[in-house]
């Protein structure tokens, strides 16, 4: 069986990433989700082994002592997310396509060691008001978090033009329409 392809989507925290990689699996069959393991606790609705694997900060530091990670970033201070090695290369080799959800380094670490079997997307917000709107809207961190998060948004797009694809989400429809043919066109190349 022919190994699967990967595919990256990275953009700043409430770019409307993870709604479009959630509407990217529900319309092409064969992509599933990498999950991550991180060593932030879980907010509310998100399930262990669903959403990430929840590690305590000793657990995470095993496993990268243990060389488990292909990836790993410290994304906020003392809050460590990573792409484990088993997840993603079982997944490939059952002839899976993986999708990752994953910070704009750990996205561009991925394409420098999966080159042309890899294809990342960078998500951009209009701007910087935009997301900061969303970020308030979906009322899951506080203020402090936020701004931090606009803080290292701005840092983030600077990123963009070492990504494959940037689409940029105004109007979310569009966006997912354009991500829709952008990734069925790299899983239909040889
Ligand atoms: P959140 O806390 O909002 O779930 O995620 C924060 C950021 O960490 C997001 O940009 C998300 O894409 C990123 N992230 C999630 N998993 C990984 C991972 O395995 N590796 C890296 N480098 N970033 C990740």
Redesign the pocket.
């Given at each position: 069986m022919k190994n699967g392809k990967i595919i990256v989507?990275?953009?700043?925290?409430g770019s409307g990433?993870t709604t479009i990689v959630h509407y990217l699996m529900s319309q092409i069959k064969n992509l599933h989700f990498?999950i991550?393991?991180?060593s932030?606790t879980a907010?509310g609705n998100e399930i262990n082994g669903k959403?990430?694997f929840f590690l305590t900060p000793d657990e995470f530091r095993a496993k990268i002592q243990n060389n488990e990670f292909i990836?790993?970033?410290e994304?906020?201070t003392n809050?460590f997310?990573?792409?484990l090695k088993t997840q993603v290369e079982n997944q490939l080799q059952r002839g899976e396509n993986v999708v990752?959800?994953?910070?704009?380094?750990?996205?561009i670490?991925i394409k420098h060691l999966y080159k042309e079997k890899a294809l990342t997307v960078f998500i951009q917000p209009p701007d910087i008001e935009t997301l900061r709107n969303r970020l308030l809207k979906r009322g899951t961190d506080s203020i402090e978090v936020i701004n931090n998060r606009i803080e290292k948004a701005e840092y983030e797009i600077t990123f963009a033009s070492q990504f494959d694809k940037i689409i940029i989400n105004d109007i979310l429809e569009n966006a997912q329409t354009e991500a829709l043919n952008i990734v069925r066109k790299f899983l239909n190349e040889a």
């Open positions: 989507f990275s953009a700043p925290s990433k990498s991550s393991a991180t932030r907010r959403d990430y990836e790993f970033e994304v906020y809050k997310y990573g792409t990752l959800d994953i910070d704009v380094k750990g996205g670490n």
